[in-house]
Nanobody, 121 residues
Framework: QVQLVESGGGLVQAGGSLRLSCVASGSIFSINFMGWYRQAPGKQRELVARIGRLAITNYADSVKGRFTISRDNAKNTVYLQMNSLKPEDTAVYYC???????????????WGQGTQVTVSS
């Protein structure tokens, strides 16, 4: 009923930039939070950034000043602009949305399939 399609991952050298996109489609009444998580090999999944309905943002300390999350509510899309990338940013990045499919719905969390970001030294 709700699908998330991610794009924009790839290989980049340290100091480079990538822009991730995630579009939600399907049975959507409203979207509360949208965000990005990442998981490096052998590590736990961690929050990278999240953005609320009215664009209030929250970032992991490790990416502050380098990453920018934004959303287009009309298109049900969330973006993650990643600048000054470091090898430590290498991970699979997952889009995450909190979706209400009806006015009475408490909301459900959906995950994208993940997109690989690799930053070389």
């Amino acid at each position: 009923q709700v699908q998330l399609v991610e794009s924009g991952g790839g290989l980049v050298q340290a100091g480079g930039s990538l822009r991730l996109s995630c579009v939600a489609s399907g049975s959507i009444f409203s979207i509360n939070f949208m965000g990005w998580y990442r998981q490096a090999p052998g590590k736990q999944r961690e929050l990278v950034a999240r953005i609320g309905r009215l664009a209030i943002t929250n970032y992991a300390d490790s990416v502050k000043g380098r990453f920018t999350i934004s959303r287009d509510n009309a298109k049900n899309t969330v973006y993650l602009q990643m600048n000054s990338l470091k090898p430590e940013d290498t991970a699979v990045y997952y889009c995450n949305v909190d979706v209400k499919s009806a006015t009475w719905d408490i909301g459900n969390v959906y995950w994208g399939q993940g997109t690989q970001v690799t930053v070389s030294s």
